[in-house]
């Protein structure tokens, strides 16, 4: 998953440092890091997000999602996937646009520039 410049301050606020749950690409976009198929943030005995209070946007907007050549759908593979209403997905995909135009720009940035934010 992407992340936000935003989301990833709000999560080294809480003390995690930028290696330990992200990760840069060629491009330019901040990831979150996966362990063993799973989120970093994961705690695998609960099956529950150990920053849930504080996710990212992504996290927050599930389980609409952008597919390459596709545009925004719902996640089919989210359990939950039939109980969201078409006001949520109208909602959160306005959301997943600005969403996606800001981590263009932020992406931009960080191919542009010599130094990094983290």
């Known amino acids: 998953m992407m992340l936000l410049e935003e989301d990833v301050r709000r999560i080294m606020n809480l003390g995690y440092k930028f ?38 946007i992504g996290c927050r907007l599930y389980p609409i999602v952008y597919v390459e050549d596709v545009g925004i759908v719902i996640d089919s593979e989210c359990p939950a996937s ?6 949520e997905v109208i909602e959160k995909a306005k959301t997943l646009l600005q969403v996606i135009d800001k981590l263009k720009k932020e992406a931009v940035m960080r ?6 934010r983290f």
């Open 111 to 116: 191919r542009t520039s010599s130094r990094n």
């Open 19 to 56: 290696n330990d749950f992200a990760y840069i690409d060629e491009e330019g976009f901040i990831r979150l890091k996966n362990r063993n198929g799973h989120c970093v943030f994961l705690d695998v005995e609960s099956c529950k997000c150990k920053i849930y209070e504080f996710r990212p």
């Open 82 to 87: 039939n109980t969201i209403t078409v006001e």
